[in-house]
């Protein structure tokens, strides 16, 4: 609990509006939450994302500092989720056990680029080894006699996304936050237009639109990335596995009830039209070479949607009197959201902003 509470107005019910509202509230802070779409039916990244908390797999484009803000946030999520779970009585699954980085034999090349890139980025920081096909084996038996190398990082995660976002909304609904839904806004500092036209007046006002507000922040696109969810039992898989390829690299997640969430593209475009042909093909093909049982996987959603990115993939934070924005969490939303709510909530309430050149803080006059 906070000595001066505030009341705070959040646009954009992703993930880090979510997270946001929840963790002010837990300050006694006011809050209400508006959302253009339906609250129960979230149209953010974050529900189509796969839920990868992958500091050492995102270091290789993203530099040291996505490295070092990911293993930030990859620490806290147990205190949040352990919080949350007090809270909600909802216990969201988080499995920190790493990832597998594997290759065909006629892509070798690119894993030993990978594994290249990766040790230049990090200069000796970071867990991560080789293994050979009898460690392959033994960390994912249903890989078996596929590989022959692959590479293990251990310091990664991944969370049940659609399960967290079900139970934040939860828990700020019961604690007695204002959702909107269906109600897009216009924003002022210190103030939330309504299209109605009705205008309300708040302490302070926080954007966490991504692609949204698009209009109020240049440079700001949306990069389109498809998925691919299939259900099998024949197949098990302990941790997310990229499989390097020349023209993509395809992640498998595997997900509760049997369900893997696959994905590889990563498209320059802000169409937000259904998954192309070319894709599902690319996608289903690549699975199939982890492991023919998945040729018999029912397909039980195909969906597209578009990160919020910058100009350099990095996420951004803008202050203003009455009004903070944050967005261009791009691909990395599971990753950073909780380092940039951190530094949102040293910006409201005082505080020292730890990675505050690494984001980007921008106080705008």
């Not at 946001?20 to 994302?49: D, K, N, S």
């Not at 007046?201 to 696109?221: M, N, S």
Request: charged share 20%; aromatic share 6%.
């Amino acid at each position: 609990m906070t000595e001066q509470t505030q009341r705070i107005a959040i646009a954009g019910a992703g993930l880090l509006g979510r997270l946001l509202a929840w963790r002010l509230l837990r300050r006694g802070h006011a809050v209400t939450l508006f959302e253009a779409g339906a609250l129960a039916q979230p149209a953010a990244a974050a529900h189509t994302a796969a839920g990868m908390i992958a500091p050492l797999s995102e270091a290789v484009e993203g530099g040291a500092s996505v490295y070092e803000m990911g293993m930030a946030a990859l620490a806290l999520w147990p205190d949040w989720l352990r919080e949350l779970h007090e809270q909600s009585g909802e216990a969201v699954a988080c499995q920190h056990n790493g990832s597998l980085i594997v290759a065909h034999p006629q892509d070798s090349a690119e894993l030993l680029q990978f594994h290249s890139d990766l040790r230049h980025t990090l200069a000796d920081r970071g867990r991560f080894h080789w293994l050979d096909g009898a460690g392959i084996e033994a960390h994912e038996p249903d890989l078996s006699g596929q590989f022959q190398q692959g590479l293990l990082l251990e310091d990664e995660a991944h969370i049940d996304n659609r399960h967290l976002l079900r139970a934040l909304l939860q828990v700020i609904r019961t604690q007695r936050a204002d959702c909107r839904e269906n109600c897009a806004v216009e924003l002022q500092p210190g103030a939330v237009s309504i299209n109605s036209g009705q205008r309300e007046e708040f302490d302070l006002v926080v954007d966490c639109r991504g692609v949204g507000a698009k209009r109020q922040w240049p440079g700001l696109r949306g990069v389109r990335g498809e998925v691919l969810a299939v259900q099998t039992p024949e197949v098990t898989l302990q941790r997310p596995v990229r499989l390097m390829h020349p023209r993509y690299q395809l992640y498998v997640v595997p997900k509760a009830n049997h369900c893997f969430v696959i994905g590889a593209t990563q498209i320059e475009s802000e169409d937000r039209g259904p998954v192309t042909l070319r894709s599902n093909l690319e996608l289903g093909s690549a699975l199939y070479t982890l492991n023919p049982a998945f040729a018999e996987a029912r397909v039980v959603e195909l969906k597209a949607n578009l990160r919020p990115a910058l100009l350099d993939n990095l996420p951004r934070v803008q202050h203003r009197q009455g009004l903070i924005s944050a967005n261009g969490l791009y691909r990395h939303g599971y990753l950073l959201a909780p380092v940039v709510i951190g530094h949102i909530l040293a910006l409201i309430e005082g505080g020292a902003l730890p990675f505050a050149d690494a984001l980007g803080m921008e106080q705008v006059a």
